[in-house]
Every structure is written in structure tokens, then in C-alpha cells.
């Protein structure tokens, strides 16, 4: 499945819960993403991590947080703090000093607020 | 901060006919600059993606131009099939620095 996976596919959370999704590759890339896909919008960054136990706040960081406690694990809290959480969202995975960001893309985690 | 935009944000033609997606950057220290194409329910893919040093780059049916100058670079697809629907983003990078993403052109082509 492109080396890359997300779960769950799809998720509903109820107002005022905290949820979180998985992303795990078997790629031995260093670096991985989190992006937000909404309609009209792009693919905006939340959280990217370009080593173990290191990680940055992107574009849209705020009600999100994460970890990478290993190299091929890199796991999305979306908190009650965010504000619009229903989105798509996209994880994905590079070799961290390629010199080009070739993105390896996950299939996705649709999660819908109730 | 650094800024891609990208037009248009849809685009329908008819098979056969070409299609043109532009994008313009903010950064000028960006020297990369790949596309993506997302179709229906799938992942986004890298199709073609050219580097500063470079002022195009063809693929088949697809080809990238890029003007430093002017901040800008295209992409061209000819021939357009019906398999060629989808989403296209376009995104700009400094080396080994963080993409930033256009809003995406969805690109519909009709039989």
C-alpha cells in the first residue's frame, strides 16, 4: 500500500473529544508530515518531524499535536482545541536530506465532528 | 510568509485539447517545484517535478516550465485523455526545506 499507512480511513468524534490517527511507514524515511486537506484549500501543513524525538509546528499547528517516538511511527492528536476538525488528512513521508522533497503520500483519514 | 498560488481552480476541456496550470511562488530561495495529481478518493502522486536549474522538463504528455524571474511555473499537459481528471497541485520547496502547496486545480476532461 505504498509503504505508508493511515488509519483509520474514516472517523467521527464527538464535540469536546480528543481523537487520534495513525501513521506509520515502512520506508526508512526520516521525515514525515501531517497535512490538512480541505476543499478549495490545498494541502495545508500541520506538524512535520525530520528526525526521532524532533518535530515542528507548520502552517495550521494549533489544536493539533504529535509525537515521534520512532522512526517509522508518526501519530496526529487532533485536540478539542481545534476549532473545525472535520477534514481530510494526509499523511506523508520523505528521505530528510535528499536535497528534493519527493512526498510519499498515505491514503488518508477522513474525520468527521458530530 | 511563503506563498503559492495557483489557477485556476477548476478547468474543463475536451479531449484531445490541452490543458495549462499556472502557479506563482513567493520565496525567491524556492529551487524546487514538483506537481502533484490527486485523483478521485486517492493519494495524491508526484507526476513530474523540476529544480531551478532547469527551465523545462517534459514527460510523455506532460511538461513543466519554470521562469525564476518571474516567479512562475506552469504545467502543460497535451492530448488530455479522460484518465487525466483529477486534482492537480502544484508546491514549491527551498533545498531540503518544507513544500508549500498551491489550492489545487481540478481538471476535468470531457469525451
Known amino acids: 500500500d505504498g509503504g505508508i499507512t493511515q488509519s483509520p480511513k474514516y472517523l467521527f468524534r464527538k464535540e469536546g473529544q480528543n481523537v487520534t490517527l495513525s501513521c506509520e511507514q515502512n520506508?526508512?524515511?526520516?521525515?514525515m508530515y501531517w497535512y490538512r486537506q480541505d476543499p478549495g484549500q490545498g494541502l495545508r501543513l500541520i506538524y512535520y518531524?525530520?528526525?526521532?524525538?524532533?518535530?515542528q509546528k507548520g502552517d495550521i499547528a494549533e489544536g493539533y499535536s504529535v509525537s515521534r517516538e520512532k522512526k517509522e511511527s508518526f501519530p496526529l492528536t487532533v485536540t478539542s482545541a481545534q476549532k473545525n476538525p472535520t477534514a481530510f488528512y494526509l499523511c506523508?513521508?520523505?528521505?530528510?536530506?535528499?536535497?528534493?522533497?519527493?512526498?510519499?503520500f498515505g491514503a488518508g483519514s477522513r474525520l468527521t465532528v458530530l | 510568509g511563503e506563498n503559492v498560488e495557483q489557477h485556476p481552480s477548476t478547468l474543463s476541456v475536451q479531449e484531445g485539447d490541452s490543458a495549462v496550470i499556472k502557479c506563482t511562488y513567493s520565496?525567491?530561495?524556492?529551487?524546487?517545484f514538483p506537481w502533484y495529481k490527486q485523483e478521485l478518493g486517492k493519494r495524491p502522486q508526484l507526476i513530474i517535478d523540476?529544480?531551478?536549474?532547469?527551465g523545462e522538463k517534459k514527460d510523455q504528455r506532460i511538461a513543466v516550465t519554470l521562469n525564476k524571474t518571474a516567479k512562475h511555473f506552469s504545467l502543460h499537459i497535451t492530448e488530455t485523455q479522460p484518465e487525466d481528471s483529477a486534482v492537480y497541485f502544484c508546491?514549491?520547496?527551498?533545498?531540503?526545506?518544507?513544500?508549500?502547496f498551491g489550492q489545487g486545480t481540478e481538471l476535468s476532461v470531457k469525451p
Open positions: 508546491a514549491a520547496s527551498r533545498e531540503g526545506g518544507k513544500l508549500i
Open positions: 518531524s525530520q528526525i526521532v524525538n524532533d518535530f
Open positions: 520506508l526508512n524515511h526520516d521525515a
Open positions: 523540476i529544480r531551478s536549474n532547469v
Open positions: 520565496d525567491s530561495a524556492s529551487n524546487y
Open positions: 506523508a513521508s520523505s528521505i530528510y536530506g535528499a536535497g528534493a522533497n519527493v512526498l510519499t
